[in-house]
């Protein structure tokens, strides 16, 4: 499903509970941050179709971690169409052996503990989650860069869910790209509101908590997480919120 402009110039793709997003830039290159779950392959091909380009319009790959529900058709990308992918430096072990992630928590307790959490993994599992490439080549990036790619997003690190997390800033569209840093839909509980992930994804959530204040102090309006709908309420409040819901 393609929405478009949930920010200026920026359009989500979500399918089976995961989030990706086009930014434009001049003319008529794209960045595409994330790259979704293997099932997203001609979903993103309709979707550029719909905003009237052709594959070579995307002219980077931005990915906020290496998680495999963000990675799903980057290799393709990369074969194909020759995308430069690009993400922190710590994101690129991940990146190549993408179901190698920490985590703080047993996974297998969370469907029990969480059925309604069951039909979420569920679409994520038949839409390719446990088939996902792996990828090499990736280019680094720091904290506090602005990103040479269309849209030219400032990147916030904001380690916690993975040692390497950034999300992307977009001060002159007051967009925040926030990855999993922050979420609105949890995949492992089922809960929504602005949250950080389940421990049975994210590798120290006490470290997650703090990453908060760097969202926050973006001042952004506008928050487009990895998971669940957009948040048009600051991203100040959304981390006053997700400190509040806490771990899980």
Avoid at 13 to 38: F, K, M, R, S, W
Avoid at 198 to 217: E, F, I, N, Y
Avoid at 218 to 245: D, I, K, M, N, Y
Wanted: aromatic share 6%.
């Amino acid at each position: 499903m393609l929405e478009r402009d949930v920010a200026p110039g920026v359009h989500r793709l979500g399918h089976a509970n995961v989030n990706c997003y086009l930014i434009e830039g001049d003319g008529d290159q794209l960045t595409l941050v994330d790259a979704g779950l293997p099932a997203f392959w001609p979903l993103l091909g309709r979707a550029l179709r719909e905003l009237g380009r052709r594959p070579d319009a995307l002219a980077a790959l931005v990915l906020t971690h290496a998680h495999f529900d963000h990675l799903g058709v980057a290799r393709r990308l990369q074969d194909r169409y020759g995308v430069p992918v690009s993400g922190h430096e710590k994101e690129h072990d991940l990146a190549r052996h993408p179901y190698r992630y920490a985590h703080e928590n047993v996974r297998g307790i969370y469907p029990l503990r969480y059925p309604r959490a069951v039909p979420i993994l569920g679409a994520m599992t038949k839409a390719g989650a446990l088939t996902v490439k792996g990828v090499t080549g990736v280019a680094s990036f720091e904290g506090g860069s602005v990103l040479e790619v269309p849209g030219r997003p400032r990147v916030v690190f904001s380690p916690g869910h993975t040692f390497g997390h950034c999300a992307l800033h977009l001060p002159d569209r007051d967009a925040l790209l926030s990855g999993d840093a922050l979420v609105t839909l949890d995949p492992y509980t089922a809960r929504t509101g602005p949250r950080i992930v389940a421990g049975a994804a994210t590798a120290d959530s006490a470290m997650a908590l703090r990453s908060l204040d760097a969202l926050a102090a973006t001042q952004a309006r506008t928050v487009l997480p990895g998971h669940g709908e957009p948040w048009h309420g600051g991203a100040a409040a959304a981390a006053s919120e997700a400190r509040a819901a806490g771990p899980a």
